[in-house]
């Protein structure tokens, strides 16, 4: 990609951001009114990666930053054993996301744009796509062909509702799986 090409791709996407209600906005929106501005298909496998990470810095660069560790133990410990037990569970389970994203370090994205989450196999991965405005976790075989790693037609790829459906089952199937394993051995 040209570098004027790619400063203007960065400059319009960041002035949709800069002025865009952010509780409404998705990445394929940001896309798509770019692409409408430019008068380019953002969507391509050439440009697609590059929205994506510019939307991604300019989400980080917006965080709101972590306040200062208060010095008195006391007071902070009081503050904890005052709190919520779910509150309490909601922030482990931030933390335990913040560790995990260190441990993996930077993103990955496929030949697509779409972001890996995790390598199953060789062949096998788990991939966050944005498709017609819809988040869908996907966990597809992929293959070669010139150079490039495609998805096959082995898969499945689920909205976010049929996730969170799979996931809260997830302790079913484990007991599944190690009930089934007892009969085995």
Request: proline share 5%.
């Amino acid at each position: 990609m040209e570098p004027e090409t790619r400063n203007r791709i960065e400059k319009t996407v960041l002035e949709i951001l800069n002025s865009a209600d952010m509780d409404n906005m998705t990445e394929f929106k940001v896309r798509k009114m770019a692409s409408d501005k430019l008068g380019i298909n953002l969507s391509a496998p050439e440009y697609k990666p590059f929205v994506r990470q510019v939307v991604e810095a300019f989400l980080q660069s917006t965080e709101e930053p972590e306040p200062e560790p208060e010095p008195d133990r006391k007071k902070a410990n009081n503050e904890v054993a005052e709190r919520e037990p779910k509150e309490q569970e909601e922030e482990e389970e931030e933390e335990v996301e913040e560790d995990r994203g260190k441990s993996i370090g930077v993103k990955e994205y496929d030949d697509d744009g779409d972001l890996i989450i995790c390598r199953l196999s060789d062949k096998r991965k788990v991939t966050i796509q944005d498709f017609r405005g819809k988040t869908l976790v996907s966990i597809r075989e992929f293959y070669r062909k010139d150079g490039k790693e495609l998805p096959s037609s082995k898969g499945i790829s689920l909205t976010a509702e049929q996730w969170a459906a799979f996931k809260k089952n997830v302790p079913a199937i484990e007991d599944s799986i190690l009930k089934m394993e007892s009969r085995l051995m």
